[in-house]
């Protein structure tokens, strides 16, 4: 580890200081062997390959990289639980998931390298938010099927920190336990550091009265407003970082102290930007989709991985001394998924369940907003003759077994709200589905 | 001896309890009882009209969702225990009420009594043979 003249450290210097030429090589070098190994051991690859008429040795420059077809959720979920492991299950130590776009979650494998590999890159973004051998991290994402939590749980070990495994939930005690055992670093969501900082308020403890210095915010997207807010209200340096776990999870880019956006670990995926209409590359600076290629990942490669996300890539050089090209916070998405409270919501899902309630129809509206510092969806649903009954009891129980499915599939809760007919708007061609009035 | 009623969701806005009126009222339907349960999203306007399928599709047309459900119509005193002589007798027999709402009679000494039961054909026998007077869908409607 190499000190930084501004007191920032870097994990690895000799990897996130590489030169652009040496950096190139060992990304072609990295790419080859994950475009051999996924043609050899995922049949999705080598079929979705020979549609696109191309072999691996057809590779010879990191700029036929661009030849090779995309993968998308879809394919994941063509895929469903384990077809897009590059390793037999015997190798695998770990499985995590995230939601898919309908009923069935996406699953991703590690084998014991793998997890090496995350462990290494959250250590790296970490260390670059300023974290040390001599903090005490406080981790407030659930610890479960979800990357977050786990991700920087292993990180944080790796440097040396002393971790507070606190899972998600229960704001006064996760209070109580920030002051008393003396957290320096908080790990959440940014709108869960909101909710702390309310509370706080209301019970009228001070940051001064934390030991809180910098907080590691993830998972979902945020503006530059809520981390000055965060970073008044909590006395912390409040920093971003970026993964899926379809690629990984926390760890693909994380921002150093200069917080001009997340390095984005180019030695371990190859990150491009594309029109998310046409899918061609896009030149230096532009900002569209972010497509990733994992070129270190054996359980779950994953080649060309569109991740509806939308971005800008920075490669001018950062003054932190990281060679690696800083990505700016997301912008949107070209899908309609949301992120509430973290966790992803697809309105296909939430279609889904709709049809499985006997006289339901999908005529439905996602209302996002957010109340004090906590999202609330809220899903408004036409009333018909069939959903509707005279008998408030009757109606009540109903909209109860909405939300009660709802909150088991999503993961997150939901309010229902039954309208009346013909009241959504309706367009020519696609509904409108969704109306989201958070400011972020 | 059942009484017609129709039953209209209406969100909580303003204006929207008005409109059904309105709607009902140019198509010269004439409101007998009526009864509004409602919570802070929606409530449920329950109606016994002169004309109900009439009522029902002028309604349907004007994009309101209702349902038709049969009631029950009593005929009570109208004096001090007047209701209670009816609801001691449903206790006893125990038949559950699932709503009830109530009216007097324009002229004569009768309150009419609107159930909503889950068995209305039983809570009839037994009402019936406790004495009680049960109102035909008609003479509601004409009073």
Redesign the interface.
Known sequence: MKAMKNGGRIWDPVSECLGREELELLQFTRLRDTLERVWRSVPCYQQKFRQAGIVPQDVRSLADLSRLPFTTKEDLRLNYPYGMFAVPLREVVRIHSSSGTTGKPTVVGYNRQDLQTWTELVARFMTAAGVTEDDIVHIAFGYGLFTGAFGLHYGAERIGASVIPMSSGNTDKQIMIMQDYRSTVLVSTPSYALTLADRMEKMGIGPESLSLKVGLFGAEPWSEEMRRELETRLGIVATDNFGLSEVMGPGVAGECLYKGGMHLFEDHFIPEIIDPDTGEVLPPGSVGELVITSITKEAFPVVRYRTRDITRLDYTPCSCGRTFVRMAKTMGRTDDMLIIKGVNVFPTQIEEILFQVEGCEPHYLLVVDREGAMDVLEVQVE???AI??????K??AFVDLLEKRLFSTLGVGARV???????MPRHEGKAQRVIDRRKL | MKVE?I?I???NKSG?LAEVTQVIGEAGVNIRALSL?D?S??G?L?LIVDKTDHAKSVLKEH?????K?EVVAAEVPDRPLGLHSILSILDSARINV??MYAFVERCGQNAVIIF?FDNPDEAIEVLTRNGITILSGERVSNM
Request: aromatic fraction near 16%.
């Open positions: 009333v018909n003759e509707f009954f005279d008998e408030m009891k109606q009540r709200k039954l309208v009346e007919p013909s009241s | 009623q039953s969701f209406i969100e929207r349960a919570t999203d929606f449920i329950r994009g309101f969702t209702v349902n459900t699932e709503y909503r």
